[in-house]
């Protein structure tokens, strides 16, 4: 099924006492856009089906995905239509939501808020997921994303079933000043200050560089040779920090795809869903 808006959020409740005041814009907020993508071998038995239907399926074996996009634009971008096609048909359960200020989501997206918004969709699915694991699945952006709420998981006792990172970097500030359109403007005067003294304003960090060293879940970190939004130096400069932090070593995994693939697309690569498939399925055997 290429996806079923909604369906699997209409009975969202919220996990726990209110946060910040916000809950019930929240949760109205993904009530319109979480879209619940059903392994492909399910497309027959799903048409139809109200949101009843979509929540018992979490619990039929499959393993689920929750997929934090990245900075542009929202979930139906057509590069992430394509790896979510591509997931489904790797037999996988697709949970995509966008965040509070992205698509048709109301609120102004700050990394808290963000981190939240993450952390809610993942337990929500897991209280409803049975046995079956849940997957935290970050790209670009949305990896600063996934290891905050893993962090945040980690914390409280209950660690992510395994999180994908998809064209990492290891924080924010080091992301931003490196990149491409903003590199002309490094040697202007007073520049990076002025940066740097609006991402502390707005209190933007995303460290995936020091929250990979408080987790224990499985980590695989997936990166195009080619990619120049993100390059590929970020990627393993992170599974470095992450290797050497982690104490259970086969917990980590660093996979490089061959120039073609650049920043967005490693969802066209032949070998992206076996990668993944393999990884989890060790780690979860």
């Not at 992430?80 to 591509?86: I, N």
């Not at 007073?190 to 460290?207: N, S």
């Amino acid at each position: 099924m290429d996806a079923q808006d909604c369906q699997a959020a209409a009975t969202l409740e919220p996990p726990g006492p209110p946060a910040h005041g916000c809950v019930a814009a929240w949760w109205d907020m993904v009530d319109r856009n979480l879209r619940h993508t059903v392994p492909s071998c399910r497309e027959e038995d799903a048409k139809g089906k109200d949101r009843c239907w979509y929540e018992a399926a979490l619990r039929d074996g499959n393993p689920i995905v929750v997929y934090l996009h990245g900075s542009a634009q929202h979930r139906a971008a057509s590069h992430r239509l394509k790896l979510v096609k591509v997931l489904s048909d790797g037999g996988f359960h697709v949970l995509s939501v966008d965040y509070r200020g992205f698509g048709d989501s109301t609120g102004k997206p700050t990394e808290e808020g963000l981190t939240t918004d993450a952390i809610r969709v993942y337990e929500w699915t897991k209280a409803r997921s049975g046995i079956t694991p849940v997957c935290l699945w970050g790209h670009s952006l949305g990896t600063g994303v996934a290891t905050n709420a893993a962090k945040v998981l980690e914390e409280k006792g209950c660690p992510v079933d395994a999180i994908v990172l998809e064209a990492p970097f290891t924080n924010m500030w080091v992301a931003s000043i490196n990149y491409p359109l903003l590199k002309i403007y490094r040697n202007v005067p007073g520049f990076l200050r002025t940066f740097m003294d609006a991402m502390r304003k707005d209190k933007i960090v995303f460290p995936n560089d020091e929250n990979v060293k408080f987790l224990s879940s499985p980590l695989l970190i997936l990166h195009g040779e080619d990619d120049r939004t993100v390059p590929l130096e970020y990627g393993k400069k992170l599974y470095e920090i992450a290797h050497n932090a982690y104490r259970n070593k086969e917990r980590v995994k660093m996979v490089i795809f061959p120039p073609g693939f650049q920043h967005n697309l490693l969802c066209k690569s032949p070998t992206l869903l076996i990668t993944v498939r393999d990884f989890l399925s060790k780690q979860w055997s």
